[in-house]
Every structure is written in C-alpha cells, then in structure tokens.
C-alpha cells in the first residue's frame, strides 16, 4: 500500500470516528444530567482536533509536492546519490556525506527555499523524520516569503543540525 493510499483509507477512518464522537455527543447531551453534556461537549472537541490535524497535514503534503514540482521545473531536485547496502538500505556513511554537503548549502544561503528543501530530503534520507519536517517547514515558509503568497515574518529557524538517527 502507498502512503497516499493509506492516508486516504486513515482519512476516512477519521471522519467515520469523528461522525461517531458526534452522534455520542448529541445523545449525551441530550440526556440532560450535568456529566452527560460536559462528556458530551469533550466528544465534539476529539473531531475538531482530528479534522484539525488532517487539515495541517493535508497542506504539509501539497505545499511539499508544489515545492518538488517547482524544483523540478527548474532541474534543482536532489539527485539520488546515496549508496545502498545489499539490501537496499541506504549506507549511513553516504548519507553522512550528503547530509554534511547540503547542510553547508543551507548555511551558505539562510534565505533559499531550494538549499532547504534539499537539506529536507538529506535528513529524511539520514533517518531523521522530525527534523527533515521541521526543515521542510521551514523551505515551505521561506518559499512563501520569497514568492510573496501568505508571507510570514520570521528568519531562519534553527532546524540545521546533525541528523539524530532512526533505531529502525
């Protein structure tokens, strides 16, 4: 199964619990004991986190692929340079060795989505998901204040570092 497959089947797991949470809340509320409303108010707010999250990450995802396709457009995505194991893992020294290039691209040039996005795919490559989100964050901010389009103050976040690596 691809991940867009499994978001989609997750997504609609969601909005199946959050008609559920709903429908609970509506008959808890309406028993009309003290502890049936409050219990049902905390069910309408489970739906409004989830569809929250979902929206966030729906964005996160598109903002991404624009991104990607704009780097495309222009010949500047990441070329897979990285050296595999027998077993097609990627060796953790190649990985190294890219990371320690494309950080000192990103260092080199704090205001380029484009080194940032590339240092992005080097964590996600280097095992470290949380910080290559962060820093795709940061390439998807830097692309809105350079481009115009819901432009957000703020300079360079500090998502340079070494990649912590995944036990997996």
Do not use: N
């Not at 929206?55 to 598109?62: A, D, I, N």
């Not at 704090?110 to 996005?117: E, M, N, S």
């Amino acid at each position: 199964m691809t991940s867009r497959t499994g978001f989609f089947v997750l997504s609609g797991v969601l909005a199946l619990v959050a008609l559920i949470c709903v429908g609970e809340g509506v008959q808890l509320v309406a028993t009309g004991k003290p502890l049936g409303i409050g219990l049902g108010l905390c069910a309408f707010v489970i739906p409004v986190v989830g569809i929250w999250f979902l929206r966030q990450t729906v964005r996160f995802g598109r903002d991404s692929e624009r991104l990607a396709r704009e780097l495309e457009a222009e010949g500047g995505l990441p070329v897979d340079e990285l050296e595999r194991t027998e077993g097609g893992r990627i060796d953790r020294a190649s990985a190294d060795a890219v990371f320690a290039r494309r950080k000192a691209e990103a260092e080199a040039a704090p205001g380029d989505w484009r080194a940032f996005f590339r240092l992005a795919v080097a964590y996600a490559d280097a095992g470290d998901v949380p910080r290559a989100r962060r820093t795709m964050q940061h390439a998807i901010k830097l692309h809105r204040t350079t481009t115009g389009a819901d432009a957000t103050p703020g300079g360079a976040d500090s998502t340079i570092g070494k990649p912590a690596r995944s036990t997996a």
